[in-house]
């Protein structure tokens, strides 16, 4: 079975600092890996995906993630956070034939001034 | 086009009492999940509809949560009985078909709290 460990249920960054928010993954077969948003009082919105194409995937709001199978990490970054960014982020798993996608916990990012 | 809604966007029950919420997805879309949040939680996969198939109910945690879809449309998830450890975000999620099943477009979720 899969599964997905995000590491720091909260980070804290300045405005204008390089957000990084970790996430590893457990898979047997090859997966595919999303990074979802939440703000509050809002249902889930996609960010990017991996879907064993290019290792580096840029998504909405200028974050982007690599897909790094050796370490397996699919880590989100940002180069500059904005407070916008503020928000609850996921981490999910997916494999060909298991239809639900797997969560992590969780990270909650707040973005200071 | 209209996303996933759902309805209602809050409730709150006592507990021994019995809730139903509605999901209402996109239209066209053959895949409908219904998740559960607990506070502090990742979600929590409940319940698998895939057009007139069986749906999958490994997710679901009890008897007393129970799920139905009509055709392709609306689903109501069902919890009886409700206890306080049912307190969640009930998120609802729909896909066009299997194959894509991992492009899931999320509603706003149903905030339950049970009292």
């Known amino acids: 079975a899969q599964s997905v460990t995000q590491l720091g249920s909260h980070v804290s960054v300045s405005e204008g600092a390089l957000v990084l928010l970790r996430c590893n993954y457990s898979s047997s077969v090859p997966p595919y890996l999303f990074w979802y948003v939440q703000y509050p009082n809002q249902g889930l919105q996609l960010l990017l995906k991996y879907t064993s194409a290019a290792t580096l995937v840029k998504g909405i709001n200028g974050f982007e993630a690599e897909f790094k199978k050796s370490e397996t990490s699919f880590h989100l970054t940002k180069p500059s956070a904005h407070m916008s960014d503020a928000a609850e982020y996921f981490c999910a798993v997916w494999v060909p034939g298991n239809t639900p996608l797997v969560f992590g916990k969780g990270t909650r990012l707040s973005v200071i001034a | 086009g209209a996303g996933v809604s759902q309805s209602p966007s809050n409730k709150v029950t006592e507990k021994g009492k019995d809730v139903e919420l509605r999901c209402d997805p996109i239209?066209?879309?053959?895949?409908l999940y219904w998740y559960r949040q607990r506070l502090g939680q990742g979600l929590e996969f409940l319940i698998y509809f895939q057009g007139n198939s069986a749906p999958d109910k490994s997710g679901l945690p009890s008897d007393r949560f129970s799920a139905e879809r009509t055709g392709e449309s609306v689903s109501t998830l069902t919890i009886q009985r409700t206890q306080q450890e049912d307190s969640a975000v009930y998120l609802c999620?729909?896909?066009?078909?299997?194959?894509?099943?991992?492009?899931?477009?999320f509603g706003p979720g149903t905030r339950l709290t049970v009292t």
């Open positions: 999620a729909s896909s066009a078909d299997r194959s894509s099943s991992y492009e899931q477009y």
């Open positions: 239209s066209g879309h053959t895949a």
